[in-house]
């Protein structure tokens, strides 16, 4: 069977009740993206067995998988596999390799086996029950014609380990996508597509932005997908922090300066000290982060970073020369080779005509190489400030790069 592409079907009053928060869409979706089974489409229904049923025979299309998770448990509520054998006109029967697994299981406790339990080894008639791991439930594979559903339960951690043991049941072992990342600070969404959508043209290459506050991760998947990564990182150059998924920004930013043997002071205004708190996140921090300065005020601004009154004055807390001031003075008065500044207006008040809401100024300083950059952040104040902290971090990393 060629299955091109995958659905799911994700099953539990407590999810519409906001009791619970789903944690599978996002785990399953990327295991299954990784075996090229792109998830097209999710829908969330009740414990309702017609309901089930309804939401099933609208997902089943040609080359799809479906892929449903909860309602597999033993109580009278957990009625998904009653749902997905109506939806496919099949009879409900005993598995004789489920109750074998199930007697495994609970053997192990010494627990008898109730018939509510047993009810978990009544599966859709040609079903294949497949081991689980973590839990009780087995995951379910089911086979129809063009399509193939797979039922897992709805527990995360039962789920994650299950689905790629089903996925290998299901005979599809082969054709592993495997995805290649780009992580980029600085640059909006909008800005990268269209600085890359004319390059993407020779490329059999699909592209996925994916942006938080500062920073865009670039996702590309394909036949093509490693050259295109290869040519979209020579374009965007410095922009381009990490090519591996699980590596931060903070991360790369320590290892820069422990392999210079450098160390870097921060003076932060608008966000609060979360640039200090973000790098000192890192393991190992305490061999290159010196310390840093929360300077909210002026009069803080002043009297601890040494930045003048008559600046100040003269030129706004919220300037380039004030954020110059306050990541020299940091530099200075905490000994360190480094540092970076930030002063802004994170709002919601606060801003003018001159200096609107999300205006930021960030300043670095590396040896001899000195920065300053102004930023203007949409969003509310917290997106401003984790923007903030993200370009502060991109700033420094390149003024390091750069120095002598």
């Known amino acids: 069977m060629k299955l091109r592409h995958a659905v799911m079907l994700l099953v539990g009053n407590e999810l519409l009740s906001g009791r619970t928060r789903d944690a599978n869409l996002k785990a399953l979706s990327g295991t299954l993206n990784r075996r090229g089974l792109p998830l097209l489409e999710a829908r969330v229904v009740r414990d309702d067995m017609t309901e089930i049923s309804l939401a099933i025979r609208g997902l089943l299309r040609p080359g799809t998988l479906v892929v449903t998770t909860g309602g597999l448990g033993p109580t009278p509520d957990d009625i998904t596999l009653n749902g997905v054998a109506a939806a496919l006109e099949l009879p409900m029967v005993s598995s004789g390799d489920a109750v074998r697994m199930l007697e495994a299981r609970y053997g192990e406790t010494g627990e008898a086996l109730s018939e509510g339990l047993m009810k978990q080894a009544v599966l859709p008639e040609g079903a294949v029950p497949v081991p689980n791991p973590v839990g009780a439930a087995p995951g379910v594979v089911l086979f129809a014609g063009e399509v193939a559903v797979i039922c897992l339960p709805g527990v995360p951690g039962e789920a994650v380990e299950l689905l790629p043991a089903c996925l290998d049941a299901a005979g599809f072992c082969e054709g592993v996508l495997r995805e290649y990342y780009a992580r980029t600070w600085g640059t909006r969404e909008i800005d990268l ?15 996925a932005y994916l942006p938080s506050p500062g920073r865009v991760d670039l996702c590309f998947t394909g036949t093509d997908a490693r050259e295109f ?13 990490a090519l591996e998924r ?68 003269a030129r706004g807390a919220v300037s380039s020369h004030v954020a110059l001031a306050m990541a020299r003075g940091v530099r200075e008065i905490l000994d360190a080779d480094c540092s970076v500044a930030v002063t802004g207006i994170a709002g919601p008040a606060g801003g003018t005509p001159d200096k609107p809401v999300g205006t930021v100024w960030i300043a670095a300083c590396a040896e001899d190489r000195v920065s300053c950059t102004l930023r203007r952040f949409g969003g509310d104040r917290e997106s401003v400030r984790s923007a903030a902290v993200s370009c502060a971090l991109g700033q420094l990393l390149e003024a390091v790069r750069k120095a002598k």
């Open 229 to 241: 990564r290869e040519k979209a990182v020579s374009i965007l150059g410095s922009r381009v922090y």
């Open 246 to 313: 699980d590596r931060t920004l903070e991360q790369v930013v320590g290892g820069e300066l422990e392999f210079r043997g450098l160390t870097v002071a921060t003076a932060e205004s608008c966000t609060g000290g979360m640039v200090s708190s973000t790098l000192t996140s890192v393991p190992g921090a305490s061999g290159w982060f010196a310390g840093g300065v929360t300077a909210y005020s002026n009069h803080v601004k002043s009297r601890v970073l040494k930045v003048s009154g008559e600046l100040i004055a």
């Open 193 to 207: 597509y269209e600085t890359l959508k004319t390059v993407n043209e020779p490329f059999n290459c699909r592209l």
